[in-house]
């Protein structure tokens, strides 16, 4: 019998396997044992990005801090960056991490770990500036870096200036606290343009102290202008469609809004960069509007009006009512409207119990409606009599940055009719608006309760509910229902019998009071116990035993009974002995209403 | 034991005629210690005094008791100011949340002739139950009708324990109902959620919408109590004859002041 014949593996292949299972093995060794016992190596490098830059475009400082071997790498804990006239340093972003792995000359793994950082840098001007050494601490290393200061040459992007628009309507170096400003930009590029994104860098934009934006007036036909690289914020600007700008078309844009300055200082707006890229392989062009800030000064307390309530700027008002001639007791609405560049939304409607003229005018309400370009103000009055037959002068105290005083507006007086009641009977105002309380009236009204609040609780708790009472009512119903029927069951509890039981106790105490001998004690006794039984009293005469009446007595009840029995009749028929007293009788009475139901 | 169920019964007698008789709260007129409001009012600075009682009133973590109080300092103000309507609501909303501060009911009774306004309740024997019925708060009154199911049940009870004799107690606790439960009903009956009364003499014309030019749909008279719905700034939406309306909001008054309780 012969085995099969198994095909014989050929030597080379067998190597190759064996080498293929030991393989990992070497791999994995020299870079544990790197890992273990190699000395680690660590280095830090500061450069540019870039040495040139265009005016508006970024330009980063990158620290790299390296360290092959066998730690990690140590993060950055602090930095210095020095000031450079006419450069501004953005905050330090990163790390990223990077790690990598490589034989060294002996064969062994080597693992190398890289942590950079970046700052970025904007020169706020052309020209040639010099970054200086500066320390920093990194991978718990305390160091001046780079080696030798570096140099960022910033030209003039001639193609972005020529290709670009960034035009911005000159803004007042100076403004008064409250008065409005308006921040208008014109944003564009030339057609030749193709391709690639734009960005409108405005690091300012919502992060100024004190300052107000007001809602901007727009019509919905606006288009979202990219304000960050990663597209998720964006402005609102005005298509102004494609114009003509020294015989090339260009594309516009218009980013118009208003702000407010709340209070005295200074309000800074960094550069404003738009740049735009062109795609993969052709340089970004970038416009710039340089930094520039605007001083914000208090409105002066000079010469004041004390009915100034804070309205600065040029501000237009006019007036107007649908009706104009009325009845007496109807109402008169009166439209106010301010508008003009004036802080409309930053003053108080004037008061018009408060202004002089309205005195005849009852003041039913108001409203006030609130937007940067238009305050309208309505009031419905009520002429209280038909003698008025004007709406007086509204006016407003409104400081004048021009003149750097304070002005007096006014609406125009508006004439008015008002039909007069026929008798004062029909005059509803008779009476009332006299500021006359009636006499005798005023001294009966009781006093105000000066106390000082005591603080504590609101409330110390409310009641059960309407529910819990009805519920409680029902209850009750339910409960005496039950109880009389179940009551019922052993009999009326209002009949004679049932009666003379309950009362069976109290009426022998009572008899017992006037008893005068054991004679008349044995008496009391019997008719309590036929009571208490539902029997005559005649069939306990000379009994001495419970037994057969009284179901349920124990026999040291039955005992007690019957040696009182015979002692009460032993005193009352053979005397000489001693008689149990009225307490006796009572307590043995006691035990039979409690032990015999 | 007959002794014991007479002290018994004499003190349930006592609360029960310290409950329904509605004991006047007490007020101390003591100047010491005048709060701020008040000082300011006897130093003569009206506005100054109306300023601080309303910052209190809106801010102050009090007992209804002190709310009511200020309410009431307010309601004196109001009337001292001419505005004898505005006095009407201010003193109501004291006895809303004091129903037996006696000083309000006073003045109110005063505020509402200047305000030439009806009896609320149109006076005769009807009023002056009302007017017993409004002594309590709705809290207290919910308990009277919980007390009143209590003395049926005891009434109940002695009556299906003794039989006829014990009857007349079961007449009794019957007999009492009425008045244990008509302060509940009165205040179920006269409660109106979030309740504005109009403070403007001349009413206050309804609108189908917050809209100024828009058609009046109808006018509240002044006093009138309504309840309010929804706000917009210087509008209020009331309950007007089953609808939802608007009327101007500076015409109307709260006069729940305590909507937590």
């Known amino acids: 019998m012969h085995a099969p014949i198994q095909p014989k593996t ?61 730690r990690e790498v140590g993060g950055l804990e602090s930095i210095e960056l020095p000031e450079v006239e006419g450069l501004d340093f953005g905050r330090v972003m990163g790390p990223s991490t990077s790690s990598r792995f490589e034989m060294d000359g002996r064969g062994r793994m080597v693992g190398t770990q890289t942590l950079t950082y970046a700052v970025a840098v904007a020169a706020s001007r052309v020209g040639t500036f010099e970054i200086p050494r500066f320390p920093l601490r990194i991978d718990g290393r305390d160091i001046t ?13 001639i193609e972005g200036s020529r290709a670009l628009v960034l035009e911005l309507e000159e803004l007042p170096a100076r403004v008064f606290e409250g008065e409005p400003y308006t921040f208008d930009l014109t944003i564009g590029w030339s057609m030749g343009v193709r391709g690639g994104s734009v960005l409108l860098q405005v690091p300012w934009w919502g992060r100024q102290d004190g300052v107000i934006e007001l809602q901007p007036q727009l019509t919905g036909a606006e288009r979202g202008f990219p304000i960050d690289r990663r597209g998720r914020s964006e402005l609102a ?66 010469g004041r009006p004390l009915d100034w309530t804070g309205a ?82 509204i006016p407003l105290s409104v400081f004048d940055p021009e003149s750097g005083g304070y002005v007096t507006i006014a609406t125009e007086p508006m004439t008015i009719r008002v039909s007069g009641a026929a008798s004062d009977e029909e005059d509803p105002f008779a009476g009332l608006g006299s500021g006359e309380v009636p006499e005798g009236r005023a001294p009966t009204l009781r006093d105000i309760q000066p106390r000082p609040v ?56 009572r008899e017992l009071r006037g008893a005068d001998g054991p004679g008349a004690r044995a008496l009391a006794l019997e008719r309590f116990l036929a009571a208490r039984t539902g029997t005559s009293p005649g069939e306990w005469i000379g009994r001495s035993s419970l037994v057969g009446s009284v179901d349920g007595a124990s026999a040291a009840l039955e005992r007690s009974f019957t040696e009182l029995r015979e002692r009460l009749d032993r005193a009352a028929y053979q005397g000489g002995a001693a008689a149990p007293g009225d307490d006796e009788v009572v307590a043995l009475a006691r035990r039979i209403v409690q032990e015999v139901r | 034991m007959f002794a014991r169920t007479t002290r018994g019964a004499l003190a349930l007698l006592f609360l029960m005629s310290g409950l329904l008789l509605g004991a006047d709260s007490a007020h101390a007129q003591a100047e010491d210690g005048a709060g701020p409001g008040a000082t300011l009012w006897r130093t003569g600075d009206r506005d100054a005094a109306v300023r601080a009682w309303t910052e209190a009133l809106e801010a102050a973590e009090a007992p209804a008791a002190e709310r009511a109080r200020l309410a009431y300092n307010l309601g004196v103000a109001a009337h001292r100011d001419e505005d004898p309507l505005l006095a009407v609501a201010w003193f109501t909303a004291c006895l809303r949340l004091d129903p037996r501060h006696r000083d309000a009911r006073a003045n109110l009774a005063i505020a509402r002739t200047d305000a030439a306004l009806e009896d609320a309740d149109g006076g005769g024997p009807a009023s002056a139950v009302l007017g017993w019925a409004r002594r309590y708060t709705r809290s207290e009154a919910e308990w009277l009708a919980v007390l009143g199911s209590v003395l049926l049940l005891a009434g109940g009870l ?85 609808e939802e309306r608007w009327v101007r909001a500076s015409g109307l008054a709260p006069l729940d002041l305590d909507p937590g309780l």
Not at chain 1, 27 to 38: E, H, I, K, M
Not at chain 1, 364 to 387: H, N, Q
């Open chain 1, 10 to 70: 050929p030597p080379l292949r067998r190597v190759r396997r064996a080498l293929m299972l030991v393989a990992p093995l070497a791999l994995v060794t020299p870079f544990a044992s790197a890992q273990r016992g190699g000395a680690s190596q660590s280095s830090v490098d500061v450069s540019l990005t870039s040495g040139y830059a265009k005016l508006g475009e970024e330009v980063r400082i990158v620290i790299r801090a390296t360290v092959s071997g066998n």
């Open chain 1, 312 to 393: 600065v700027g040029p501000i237009e008002v006019s007036r107007d009512a649908q009706r104009r001639d009325i009845d007496l007791g109807d109402s008169l609405e009166l439209s106010v409207r301010y508008s003009g560049s004036g802080n409309l939304e930053f003053f108080e409607a004037p008061k018009l119990e408060r202004v002089e003229g309205f005195e005849r005018f009852r003041v039913l309400a108001s409203t006030d409606e609130k937007t940067p370009f238009m305050r309208a103000i309505e009031y419905e009055l009520v002429p209280m009599g038909p003698d008025v037959t004007e709406v007086p002068p």
């Open chain 2, 158 to 242: 002695l009556e299906a324990f003794r039989g006829r004799p014990a009857r007349m107690a079961l007449f009794l606790g019957v007999a009492v109902q009425p008045v244990m439960w008509a302060p509940l009903a009165v205040a179920i009956a006269s409660d109106v959620p979030d309740a504005h009364m109009v403070v403007e003499p001349r009413g206050l014309q309804v609108h189908p919408m917050p809209e100024p030019g828009t058609d009046k749909v109808g006018k509240l008279a002044a006093g009138d109590v309504v309840e309010a719905l929804d706000e917009l700034p210087g509008w209020r939406k009331v309950r007007f004859e089953g």
């Open chain 1, 237 to 302: 600007v005005s298509d102004l469609g494609v114009r003509d700008r020294d015989g090339a078309p260009y594309q516009l844009y218009r980013l118009r809004r208003r702000f407010v300055a709340t209070r005295p200082g200074t309000v800074s707006f960094p550069r404003t960069v738009l740049e735009v890229s062109r795609g993969r392989g052709r340089d970004a062009l970038y416009q710039v509007v340089p930094e520039f800030s605007i001083e914000v000064v208090p409105v002066p307390e000079e």
């Open chain 1, 145 to 157: 870096a780079p080696d030798a200061p570096m140099t960022l040459k910033v030209l003039e992007d």
């Open chain 1, 454 to 509: 005591t603080t504590g609780p609101r409330s110390t708790g409310g009641g059960p509910g309407a529910g819990a009472g009805l519920i409680a009512l029902l209850v009750a119903f339910g409960g005496w229902v039950t109880t009389r029927r179940a009551v019922r069951r052993s009999g009326d509890p209002g009949g004679r019998r049932a009666r003379a039981k309950r009362g069976a106790l109290g009426a022998l105490r």
